[in-house]
T-cell receptor, first 112, second 114 residues
Framework: DAGVIQSPRHEVTEMGQEVTLRCKPISGHDYLFWYRQTMMRGLELLIYFNNNVPIDDSGMPEDRFSAKMPNASFSTLKIQPSEPRDSAVYFC??????????FGEGSWLTVV | GENVEQHPSTLSVQEGDSAVIKCTYSDSASNYFPWYKQELGKGPQLIIDIRSNVGEKKDQRIAVTLNKTAKHFSLHITETQPEDSAVYFCAAKGSGGSNYKLTFGKGTLLTVNP
């Protein structure tokens, strides 16, 4: 399996604060995805990149969410300002044009 | 867009029994169907996948079947073991402009009782 590295693994923050989640994919995989997982909505695709270019951001809930991929080995998902309803597990995943997607271990976010 | 329904939401079996999880999808153009296993505190891990040009695929105790006409696919686990206990997700890759988008089912919590 690919070794997507996500940080932080756990974060607790106060409502209104900025949250930045980080992802370090394995080089050679040209697709990168951000997913959000909650009990109510399951796994939802927020945005994905191909060769560092955002392709589909239709899953991004609102303007408070933004994602960047400045190079092939790093991506960020930012929430500003954060709200309690943003509490979830955020997964970064990577893949190739062959369709298989590999997930990281996730960032567990709690907004109080 | 694609819609994936997964059943059952929970499944409890005795060790050694078989477990079957079923999914249906809505987009007849979908052509890729992976299954993921998620253990507590971890990310989903791909366990098997099938493409639309194949009706069945097997990997040791795990098999997946696909019925394109009925638009459903199933995961079969034989000789279940306690370590198979986890949440299992099916997914389908839809068609259209954003054709890399995987839509996931809501998951099945499988418990294998020793």
């Amino acid at each position: 399996d690919a070794g997507v590295i996500q940080s932080p693994r756990h974060e607790v923050t106060e409502m209104g604060q900025e949250v930045t989640l980080r992802c370090k994919p394995i080089s050679g995989h040209d697709y990168l995805f951000w997913y959000r997982q909650t009990m109510m909505r399951g796994l939802e695709l927020l945005i994905y990149f191909n060769n560092n270019v955002p392709i589909d951001d239709s899953g991004m809930p609102e303007d408070r969410f933004s994602a960047k991929m400045p190079n092939a080995s790093f991506s960020t998902l930012k929430i500003q300002p954060s709200e309690p309803r943003d509490s979830a597990v955020y997964f970064c995943a990577e893949g190739t044009s062959g369709n298989t997607i590999y997930f990281g271990e996730g960032s567990w976010l709690t907004v109080v | 867009g694609e819609n994936v329904e997964q059943h059952p939401s929970t499944l409890s079996v005795q060790e050694g029994d078989s477990a079957v999880i079923k999914c249906t999808y809505s987009d007849s153009a979908s052509n890729y169907f992976p299954w993921y296993k998620q253990e507590l505190g971890k990310g989903p891990q791909l366990i098997i996948d099938i493409r639309s040009n194949v009706g069945e695929k097997k990997d040791q105790r795990i098999a997946v079947t696909l019925n394109k006409t009925a638009k459903h696919f199933s995961l079969h686990i034989t000789e279940t073991q306690p370590e198979d206990s986890a949440v299992y997700f099916c997914a389908a890759k839809g068609s259209g402009g954003s054709n890399y988008k995987l839509t996931f089912g809501k998951g099945t919590l499988l418990t294998v009782n020793p």
